[in-house]
């Protein structure tokens, strides 16, 4: 059974920083991707950022690239760092995992992700 996991969101300031992982199991194959995904109260999921887990080919959402930056480690946890927060950055940031990509690249179009986490919520306030 494949589990994705998000974890380390939480409160902070107007211009901190929250550092989220992704953590996932039961997926044998290497070839898939992890992508980012955040739903703010009232408006649909959007992609912020993914990565392929085979190769070193990364994208981040041009709304947010100059703030947030993703990264893996070796034990294929997916991070993806936030900066710089703002208010419109609250929202429930979510992880998935496509299965099998087609492209050599990763994308952050909802559809073609399989498994989902449960989310981790993001809120930026003073």
């Known amino acids: 059974q494949v589990q994705v996991a998000e974890s380390g969101g939480g409160l902070t300031q107007p211009g901190g920083s929250l550092s989220l992982s992704c953590a996932t199991s039961?997926?044998?194959?290497?070839?898939?991707?992890i992508g980012w995904f955040r739903q703010a109260p009232g408006k649909e999921r959007e992609g912020v950022a993914c990565t392929t887990m085979w190769a070193e080919r990364t994208y981040v959402a041009e709304s947010v690239k100059d703030r947030f930056s993703i990264s893996k480690d070796a034990k294929n946890v997916v991070y993806l760092q936030l900066n710089s927060l703002k208010p419109e950055d609250t929202a429930v940031y979510y992880c998935?995992?496509?299965?099998?990509?087609?492209?050599?690249?990763?994308?952050?179009?909802?559809?073609?992700?399989?498994?989902w986490g449960q989310g981790t919520r993001v809120t930026v306030s003073s």
């Open positions: 039961g997926f044998t194959s290497k070839f898939y991707n």
């Open positions: 998935a995992l496509e299965a099998s990509p087609l492209a050599g690249t990763c994308s952050v179009s909802r559809s073609v992700y399989n498994y």
